[in-house]
C-alpha cells in the first residue's frame, strides 16, 4: 500500500499588486499524512489554498519548499514514473473533468492503457466494465458520451477512472459539491465503500464540516493557508478550539440552530483571528507556526 507524508509544504504565487508584483503565501508549513483506508478532511473557507495542496500532491503543481514524500510498504519511494498510477485525483465538476467527444469507455479504458494494466482490446473492455459495476453503473454506460449521464453519473465514472490505473491514494477536491444534495451521499458513500475494499488513503476536501467529520478520521482546518487547528474528526467538530473553527462551525448549517439567537461572544471578530496558532487535539496543546 501507499502512504503519502507532507512535511511543510510551502506555496507562494506572484500576483499583481498594481504596478509591481509580489508574492503570495497560499500555501504556509503545512504538515499531514495519508495512510491506507483512513480519510484526512481538509476544510476552510475559499481560498485558504485546499486546491493548491491537493494541485500539489498531484504534481499538477510545484512547491516553492517543503517535501511530498509517497513510499510503498517496504519503504521505498515511488518513483516518479510511476506516481499517477499511485495517486490520481477527483475534481470537483463532474462536466468539465470528462471530454464531451470521447465515449466513457474511452475515459476508463485510457488510463488502463497507459498504465498498461490490461493486454488487447478485450480485456480491456472487460475491466473498463468491472470498473463500472464497482461504481454501480452498468455496461450499458461505457458506449455513451458524457452528456448522456447525470451529474451523479459523471462523478461515478470519474471515480472509476481514478481507481482504474490501481491508484492506492485519491485526493477528492469537493468531490460532491456541484452534485444535487440529494445525490451527495450517495457519492461519498461510494467512495467510502471503495476505500474499505482498496485500502485507499483519501483526502477529502470540503467545505461541509457535517460530511468531514462523518467521513473523515481526521481533519484539519485551513484558514489562510496554515493549519489552525488538527485533529480526530470528533474532536475538532465538536470541541473546536480556534476561533476559525468556531467560526467555521457558526457559519454551516444546524437544524437545531434555526430561530436561535447566537451570542456575540461565540462568533469571534475577524481581526482576532490568529493564523499563526494551531490548536493540535493529538498533543491536547496549542503550536505557534514558526515566522
Ligand atoms: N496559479 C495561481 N496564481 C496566483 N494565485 C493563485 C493561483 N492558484 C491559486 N491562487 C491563489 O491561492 C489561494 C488559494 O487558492 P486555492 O484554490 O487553493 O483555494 P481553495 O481553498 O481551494 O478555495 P475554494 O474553496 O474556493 O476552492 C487563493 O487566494 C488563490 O487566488
Ligand atoms: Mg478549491
Redesign the pocket.
Known amino acids: 500500500m501507499t502512504r503519502v507524508e507532507v512535511t511543510d509544504l510551502v ?1 507562494e ?3 499583481r499588486d498594481g504596478l509591481r508584483r509580489r508574492r ?1 503565501r ?2 504556509d508549513g503545512v504538515s499531514f499524512a495519508l495512510e491506507p483506508g483512513r480519510t484526512v478532511a481538509l476544510v ?12 500539489i500532491l498531484s504534481r499538477l ?1 510545484r512547491p516553492t519548499s517543503g517535501v511530498v514524500e509517497v513510499r510503498r510498504d517496504d519503504g521505498a519511494p515511488v518513483p516518479a514514473a510511476r506516481y499517477r498510477r499511485h495517486v490520481q485525483m477527483v475534481f ?1 465538476d463532474p462536466f468539465a473533468s470528462l471530454n464531451p467527444f470521447h465515449s466513457i469507455e474511452h475515459h476508463i479504458a485510457r488510463p488502463l492503457r497507459i498504465h498498461r494494466r490490461t493486454r488487447g482490446t478485450d480485456e480491456t473492455h472487460e475491466r473498463v466494465v468491472e470498473m463500472l459495476e464497482r461504481v454501480n453503473l452498468d455496461a450499458s454506460f461505457a458506449s455513451r458520451r458524457p452528456h448522456e449521464l447525470s451529474g451523479g453519473q459523471r462523478q461515478r465514472v470519474a471515480i472509476a477512472r481514478a481507481l482504474a490505473p490501481g491508484a492506492q491514494v485519491v485526493l477528492a ?2 468531490p460532491v459539491s456541484m452534485l444535487d444534495v440529494s445525490i451527495r451521499l450517495g457519492v461519498l458513500n461510494l467512495l467510502g465503500r471503495l476505500q474499505r475494499e482498496d485500502d485507499l488513503a483519501v483526502l477529502y ?1 470540503t ?1 461541509d464540516l457535517a460530511t468531514a467529520r462523518h467521513f473523515s478520521d481526521e481533519i484539519l482546518v ?1 484558514y489562510r ?1 496554515r493549519v489552525v487547528e488538527r485533529g480526530p474528526a470528533d474532536a475538532v467538530i465538536l470541541d473546536p478550539h480556534h476561533d476559525y473553527t468556531r467560526l467555521l462551525a457558526l457559519a454551516a448549517p444546524d437544524p437545531e440552530r434555526i430561530g436561535k439567537v447566537v451570542s456575540g461572544e461565540a462568533a469571534p471578530d475577524r481581526a482576532t483571528l490568529d493564523s499563526a496558532v494551531c490548536f493540535n487535539h493529538f498533543t491536547g496543546e496549542w503550536e505557534r507556526a514558526a515566522a
Do not use: C, N
Open positions: 506555496k504565487f506572484s500576483v503570495f497560499a500555501v476552510g473557507e475559499s481560498g485558504s489554498g485546499k486546491s493548491t495542496i491537493a494541485r503543481e470537483q477536491d469537493e476536501i467545505h485551513l493557508g
